[in-house]
């Protein structure tokens, strides 16, 4: 086993059982019950689970807003709000975590991709407002949500490098597109991975930033 498989494998061991011991995570039954992957045995799931997540770990490069060059104040904070409650919508549970903002500043924080990547998805949705999804060539979604606006035009199959600046941050969504000043400025990041034929599970990011966060570029802004 490579350096780097061993140390993905030790972080993926370290997310599952963390995500269990928290209940975040219900694996091995949600996937058996919902014919997300063929009936097997216990052993077997948690490899499937375990090989899928390791996939994540190996193409993480970059946290997600770099630091500032030229302000010390434009700092960051995250915690770990994995499937706390949300009502916009109806009651829901949060599949992110939220990187907010110490400067409550829309368009002032740039966001980079924290892999490499091609553009899946791009535009408004009313709970995410201005998003970019990012799909890996490993299959896993990278879901950055409530953009101010984007570097550039993107389009669907536009090639990503991990890095590149994707857009910047805000506080748009909640309501119809352009709608803003719904909660404060912040990334929300989503991740899921690819379970079966044509299905998709969130996985918490809090422990991928984590890991990222002494993985910082550095911007002027």
């Known amino acids: 086993m490579s ?15 963390g995500c269990i011991v928290q209940g ?10 919902n ?4 009936e097997q045995n216990t052993q077997n799931s948690f490899e499937i689970c375990r090989d899928t997540l390791e996939l994540v770990w190996e193409e993480l490069v970059w946290f997600p807003v770099p630091e500032s060059s030229v302000n010390e104040q434009a700092t960051v904070a995250f915690e770990n709000s994995w499937m706390a409650e949300r009502n916009y919508g109806g009651k829901r549970s949060h599949e ?4 907010m903002a110490s ?13 490499d990547g091609a553009v899946e998805q791009i535009g408004w949705l009313e709970k995410g407002g201005y998003r970019i ?3 890996s060539g490993n299959g896993n979604y990278y879901y950055y949500a409530h953009l101010a606006s984007y570097v550039r035009e993107w389009k669907a199959g536009d090639a990503v490098e991990a890095g590149d600046i994707l857009g910047y941050m805000g506080d748009t969504g909640y309501g119809p597109e352009g ?15 690819p379970l079966g034929a044509d299905k998709e599970m969130a996985v918490n990011p809090y422990w991928m930033l984590k890991y990222l966060e002494n993985s910082k ?4 802004y």
């Not at 975040?24 to 019950?33: A, I, P, Q, S, Y």
């Not at 992110?96 to 990187?99: A, N």
């Open 133 to 135: 999804g990012i799909r």
């Open 96 to 99: 992110g975590t939220d990187v």
């Open 103 to 115: 400067i409550d500043q829309a368009g002032y924080y740039p966001v980079v991709s924290i892999t």
């Open 217 to 220: 570029l550095t911007y002027s």
């Open 35 to 38: 014919q997300i992957l063929p």
């Open 24 to 33: 975040e995570l219900f694996w091995l039954e949600d996937l058996l019950e």
């Open 179 to 193: 709608t803003t000043g719904q909660f404060p400025v912040h990334l929300h990041l989503g991740v899921y991975v």
């Open 3 to 17: 350096q780097n498989r061993k140390i993905a494998f030790y972080l993926t061991v370290i997310l599952l059982l």
